[in-house]
C-alpha cells in the first residue's frame, strides 16, 4: 500500500490506510452506532497517524446537517433561572450530548409567543429539539414535531400526533403515593395546592392526588391553584387557610410551592409536622434548605435530561424510539411529614 503523506490527508487516503471504504470512515467521523468497534479502532489510528482533521463545513453540506441541537424551554427568564429542575435537566442533556459532536442551543422562549423560536427552528439552525416545561398554549411545537425530530420532557397538552416522542414520570402515580403517605400518617383533611393547570404535570398530580383520596374515602375539595413557585405556594396556603376549613396536611406539586407554603404556615403559627404536614415534588434544594427538611417525590431531572438528548440523538440517526419513555420516581421521607 503506497500513501502519499506530502499532501494534506483526506478521507480517502483515511479509507486506503484503514483498509476500509470511504463511507465507512464517514460513518466513524460522524459517530454512527453502525460501526463494528475494530473498525473504528483501525479508522482512528488511520486518522491519528495521517493527522486527518474532519471539515465540519463539508461535512454539514454533504449530509445536511448542522451538528446543533435546541433546547426549548418556553418559560421567561425569571422563571427559568429560579427553578433548579431545569439546571438539572440541562446537564443531563449537556452530558449525553458530550459523548457526541452535536453542540446544545438553548433557546428560553417568552410564554405565548413562540413565532420568532418556531422561525428558527424551522430555519434549517438543527437537526432536532428538545421540548422542556411545554404548556398548552405552545401547539407549535407539537406540530414541528412532522417537519424534524422532537422530544418533549413532560407530556404536552396539546393535539396528539404520531411523531411526538415524550420523556416523563408517571405523575399521576407519584402524586397518589405522596397522599397515600399522608394517610397512612393518620392525615385526614389533606389539601393540595396545585402547578399550573396548563401543564399536563399540574393536571396529572392533581389527578393522582384525587385518586389517593376517593380510594381512601377522605373529602378531595381542599384544592388551591399555584403556579410551581414559592410566592404562588405561600399565596395558595394563605387562601387554604383563610377558608377557615380545617387542615392537617398538604401535598404540594412542587418543592418550590411547598416551601413557600411551609414558610406561611410558620408565620401564622403552626408547627409542621405536627399541627399540618407537607410534602413536595422534586427533591432539589428547596427541600433540604426548608426547616423542617422536607418529604418529597424524587424525580430524577438530571437522567430526565440525559433520556431526552438519548432519545433525540436515536431519532436523528434514523433509529426506532419508544413514543414514551417513563422514569421512575420515589418517596424521600424527611422531617416535614
Avoid at 439546571?87 to 446544545?104: C, E, H, N
Avoid at 434549517?124 to 428538545?130: E, S, T
Avoid at 392533581?206 to 410566592?231: C, K, N, Q, S
Amino acid at each position: 500500500m503506497s500513501i502519499d503523506h506530502g499532501s494534506a490527508p483526506t478521507l480517502e487516503k483515511v479509507a486506503e490506510l484503514a483498509g476500509v471504504s470511504r463511507s465507512t470512515v464517514s460513518r466513524v467521523v460522524n459517530a454512527s452506532p453502525r460501526v463494528k468497534p475494530e473498525v473504528i479502532r483501525a479508522v482512528n489510528d488511520a486518522i491519528q497517524k495521517l493527522g486527518y482533521v474532519p471539515n465540519r463545513a463539508a461535512r454539514t453540506l454533504a449530509s445536511r446537517r448542522t451538528q446543533a441541537i435546541a433546547l426549548v424551554i418556553p418559560e421567561n427568564t425569571a422563571r427559568f433561572f429560579a427553578d433548579p429542575f431545569f439546571a438539572s435537566v440541562i446537564q443531563g442533556v449537556a452530558f449525553r450530548l458530550a459523548q457526541t459532536d452535536y453542540t446544545l442551543t438553548l433557546l428560553i422562549a417568552a410564554e405565548g409567543d413562540p413565532g420568532k423560536t418556531r422561525r428558527y427552528l424551522q430555519g434549517g439552525n438543527v437537526d432536532g429539539m428538545l421540548v422542556l416545561s411545554h404548556h398548552n398554549d405552545d401547539a407549535s411545537y407539537v406540530d414541528l414535531a412532522g417537519r424534524l425530530p422532537v422530544v418533549f420532557g413532560g407530556r404536552p397538552m396539546s393535539r396528539e400526533s404520531e411523531n411526538v416522542h415524550v420523556v416523563d414520570v408517571d405523575n399521576i402515580d407519584a402524586a397518589s403515593r405522596a397522599t397515600r403517605h399522608l394517610i397512612e400518617r393518620g392525615r385526614t383533611r389533606i389539601a393540595h395546592i396545585t402547578g399550573r393547570r396548563d401543564m399536563a404535570a399540574g393536571i396529572d398530580r392533581l389527578t393522582g392526588w384525587r385518586r389517593a383520596l376517593d380510594e381512601a374515602g377522605l373529602p378531595a375539595e381542599l384544592v388551591e391553584d399555584g403556579d410551581f413557585t414559592p410566592e404562588g405556594g405561600a399565596a395558595a396556603m394563605r387562601r387554604l387557610l383563610d377558608r377557615g376549613e380545617p387542615i392537617d396536611a398538604v401535598f404540594a406539586a412542587s418543592d418550590q410551592m411547598a416551601f413557600g407554603a411551609l414558610n406561611l404556615l410558620r408565620e401564622r403559627g403552626m408547627r409542621v409536622p405536627d399541627d399540618v404536614a407537607v410534602i413536595g415534588f422534586d427533591n432539589n434544594s428547596y427541600a433540604i434548605s426548608s426547616r423542617p427538611e422536607l418529604t418529597t417525590v424524587e424525580q430524577p431531572s438530571i437522567e430526565f435530561g440525559t433520556a431526552m438528548a438519548e432519545a433525540l440523538v436515536r431519532l436523528i440517526d434514523g433509529e426506532e424510539v419508544d413514543t414514551l419513555t417513563l422514569l421512575p420516581t420515589r418517596l424521600v421521607q424527611r422531617a416535614s411529614t
